[in-house]
Each structure stands twice: as C-alpha cells, then as structure tokens.
C-alpha cells in the first residue's frame, strides 16, 4: 500500500516516461520545472518507482513489488529524496554540520511518512546547503544497496544557489552532474529554473510540469484531501490547479477561522482583560493586509452564527477546550446582524490604515455589548446598550 497520494494530472506525462524507459532511454539527470505546488516531487518519486520497480518494463511501476511498496512508504534504500532544510543553529565543524542537516531531512521524511499531505513550513531560510550536497556526493558514488539503480530527488533545487556557502554547494553538485555514475538517476524539481546555475541547466534534461485542470484538481482535493466538493472546487479555482498551493491555502485559512472564532466567542464572554489581550496580540500596523482578511473570517463566523441561529443547530461543537464558555447558540439575530454592521465599521478603518489593534479593541468592545446584552447568560444582560 502506498502512502505517498496519488499523482494529480501529470498522466501525458507519465505515458512519456513509461514509454522511455521501456526504451532504455531515460535520461540520468532531469530537471522537472512549472509552478510551485504541482506536484513535480511527486512526480519525481514517481519516476524513480519507474526506475527501481521490479517488474516487467511493461509494468513499470507495478505498484505492487517490493521495491513499488518501499518507493510508496519512503523506504527504499535507493531513492534519496533531498530538499531545503533549514540552517542548524550556532557554528558546527563540517562534519557536525553534516550530520545535523541529515538528521533534520531524516526528521522530514519521517513527517512525511506521517502525514503524506504534509505541507512543508516556508521557511525562507531553508537551503541544500554544501554539507547536504557532499552527502547526496557520498551516496551517489556508492553501489545501489539492493536495486539496479539509484534516484536522487532534489526538490526546490534552485535553493542550492541563493543561501549561505552556495555557489560551492551548485559547483559540488556540478560535479556530479558533470561525471554522473553509472546507474544513477538525477531528477531535479524546480519552480524557478531561472536561477538555477545555467551550466547545472545545461546538464540536465529539462521537462516541463503543467498544473492539472481545475476539475482533476478540484477531484483530488476532494477524493485525496477530503475536502468538501465547494472548497476544493474553489480552491482548485484560487490555487489554478496547483494542489499543493491549494492544501497550503486550506491549512491557512483553518487557521484563520479558527481565529475569528476566538475573536466572536470572546467578545461574548471574555473579560475585559482578555478582550485587551486579544486586541494587543495583532500587530500595530498593516491594517489593508491580514488584519482585512481577519474582519472577513469574523464576518463569516457572524454570517454562520446566524445561520445555525436561524436554524436552531447547536454548534457549541465549535468549542476548543480551555476557552471561556460562550455558549453561542440562541443570539437574537437582530443583534448578530448589528454585529456585521459593527465589523463593517472596523473595516472601513482597515481600509483608512488605521492600528489594527485599536480597531480590534473598538470592535471587540461593540460585539460584547451586542452580544452580552443579548444573551440571556451574558454578564452585562441587564445593563443596556450603552
Ligand atoms: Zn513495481
């Protein structure tokens, strides 16, 4: 059973490799290039199965053999998956510097076994630093451990130029690419092959990667990620068919309703302490941005209160445990609707620039008056609108 997800479009692709490789005439280095979160690692895992399967050329990959299985489970001893991690902290010997790069690319791979949908962190210091490189050296000059062959995969490989100790890190690579050894496989990823070294360029084979359509796109997000039909309709929409970007998408926006909630159900029941506190915790400027977005995800929030209102569905399931009680359920929606119109107010001021955080403050102040006094449990019940 594999664990890695199932390859989204990329089938033209696939039948061009399939077809090259029966032929015996795969390339030993490639370099796949399109945008960024199409899945050209996957791909490249994909053709290293094509490379290392054991079955017949014309099953290639069986997805069933051995070493299918092993490809499937990052497991197989052959098929080096490298990528940017980032730059152990404090000054290390290169030696030392070695190991704990590859212990932190081991520790990513693990994650990824873990959870094959995994969106890596963007972490802009993330790099294929030299001591990563004379590794994947090291590996690439000793015999394949059980297969015919050995894969390397270098993802986001254009990092190995713009960081720290680099253009030593792209010339060492060079090298290899230059004197590759026999039975080894280079495929390289890339969303910006531009600023790849233009002599690592001429080296390898390039391929280009196009996204799948919206509707594979909007079916994998669907059927893979379990998204809902709608949010993986529009995500496939927002992202143009670049999976990864559109789980990247999801896992952002997850995270920023579940701060509008915050934000609703403490104003509903937070003390003045805590309303301040959450007020304090935006940033002081950059209103137009993420503060913008923020007034948004609240309005949809309020939106859904008066939904479920309108409905009578307790949604106290939204919840998270440790959070003041606010039993949201039960507001008149008159006042919810006064509430839109508050946070329509505060993002007028968004729009002026003014401090996220005093109108964070302000807004936090209109929605508990709106919502305490209309809560039959809220504290300030009886005490008017003010
Ligand atoms: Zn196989």
Same mark, same amino acid.
């Given at each position: 059973?594999?664990?890695?997800? *199932? ?27 399109? +945008? ?14 094509? %490379?290392?399967?054991? &079955? ?45 790069? !590859? ?42 451990? =059980? ?9 986001? %490989? ?20 230059? #004197? ?6 280079? =495929?390289?990823?890339?969303?910006? /092959? ?37 949010? %993986? ?12 970007? %559109?789980?990247?998408? &999801? *896992? ?18 937070? #003390? ?26 609240? #309005? !949809? ?19 998270? /445990?440790?959070?003041?009680?606010? +039993? ?17 107010? &505060? ?11 005093? =109108? ?22 009886? &005490?008017?609108?003010?």
């Amino acid at each position: 059973m594999s664990k890695l997800p *199932e390859l989204c479009g990329h089938s033209d692709l696939q039948d061009r490799f399939r077809a090259t490789a029966a032929a015996a005439r795969l390339p030993q280095s490639l370099l796949l290039h399109g +945008p960024d979160g199409i899945g050209k690692q996957r791909l490249a895992l994909w053709i290293g199965a094509l %490379a290392l399967c054991e &079955a017949a050329p014309a099953r290639r990959p069986c997805g069933e053999c051995p070493a299918c299985r092993m490809v499937g489970g990052l497991q197989h001893p052959d098929l080096h998956w490298f990528f940017p991690v980032g730059r152990p902290k404090g000054s290390h010997t290169s030696q030392k510097l070695r190991q704990l790069l !590859e212990e932190a690319r081991m520790e990513e791979l693990a994650a990824r076994r873990e959870n094959p949908l995994r969106v890596p962190d963007d972490d802009p210091s993330a790099a294929i630093y030299l001591a990563m490189v004379d590794e994947l050296r090291s590996r690439a000059v000793s015999r394949p451990a =059980i297969g015919r062959n050995s894969v390397f995969v270098v993802g986001d %490989a254009e990092r190995m130029v713009p960081q720290a100790s680099s253009p030593e890190a792209a010339n060492a690579f060079l090298k290899l690419l230059e #004197e590759p050894p026999a039975d080894t496989l280079i =495929i390289l990823t890339s969303s910006r /092959p531009g600023s790849l070294l233009p002599t690592i360029r001429s080296r390898v084979l390039a391929v280009r990667v196009t996204p799948a359509d919206l509707e594979t796109a909007a079916a994998w997000l669907e059927r893979v990620a379990g998204l809902p039909p709608a949010t %993986a309709r529009e995500l496939a929409r927002r992202a143009q068919g670049a999976v990864g970007a %559109a789980l990247r998408m &999801a *896992e952002g926006e997850a995270a920023d309703v579940d701060a509008a909630w915050r934000f609703v159900r403490c104003a509903a029941s937070g #003390e003045p302490a805590q309303r301040f506190a959450l007020a304090a915790s935006f940033p002081p400027s950059g209103a137009r941005g993420g503060f913008s977005r923020t007034l948004d995800r609240i #309005e !949809e929030v309020l939106r859904e209160c008066i939904t479920r209102t309108t409905r009578s569905v307790d949604f106290s399931w939204h919840q998270a /445990p440790g959070d003041p009680a606010s +039993p949201l359920d039960e507001l008149p929606v008159d006042r919810l609707i006064s509430c839109m119109d508050h946070v329509e107010e &505060a993002r007028r001021a968004a729009a002026g620039n003014g401090n996220p955080q005093a =109108i964070a403050a302000v807004l936090l102040a209109r929605l508990a008056r709106e919502l305490r006094h209309a809560h039959p449990g809220g504290r300030n019940a009886t &005490a008017g609108r003010g």
